[in-house]
Nanobody, 125 residues
Framework: QVQLVESGGGLVQAGGSLRLSCAAS????????MGWFRQAPGKEREFVAA????????YHARSVKGRFTISRDNAKNTVYLQMNSLKPEDTATYYC??????????????????WGQGTQVTVSS
């Protein structure tokens, strides 16, 4: 059973930075991609960023491109989300997820097999 544990969330002022971490354990050696999603109260869960575990190719949502960066540490089975120039509209619970099997890296929640419990990010104005 795969387990994903997020950390690094918190309260930050607008313009500040946070780095989220997601540590994976279990049968992760065959994972294809890992992604970050977020969900604000009353809204659907939305794609933020994803990374191919094998190639390292990255994908970022248009709303965060240039401000957020996804990266990975293969040796630690950990994926990171560096968030800079945070805005109040970035306030949400952030979830990491892992996808197994061949295929393109997905920006849809349905493309992922396991999810973490989420970490809260609050950006004050």
């Amino acid at each position: 059973q795969v387990q994903l544990v997020e950390s690094g969330g918190g309260l930050v002022q607008a313009g500040g930075s946070l780095r989220l971490s997601c540590a994976a354990s279990g049968h992760t050696f065959s994972s294809y991609a890992m992604g970050w999603f977020r969900q604000a109260p009353g809204k659907e869960r939305e794609f933020v960023a994803a990374i191919s575990w094998s190639s390292g190719s990255t994908y970022h949502a248009r709303s965060v491109k240039g401000r957020f960066t996804i990266s990975r540490d293969n040796a630690k089975n950990t994926v990171y989300l560096q968030m800079n120039s945070l805005k109040p509209e970035d306030t949400a619970t952030y979830y990491c997820a892992v996808a197994y099997g061949p295929g393109s890296v997905s920006t849809a929640t349905s493309g992922y097999d396991y999810w973490g419990q989420g970490t809260q990010v609050t950006v004050s104005s």
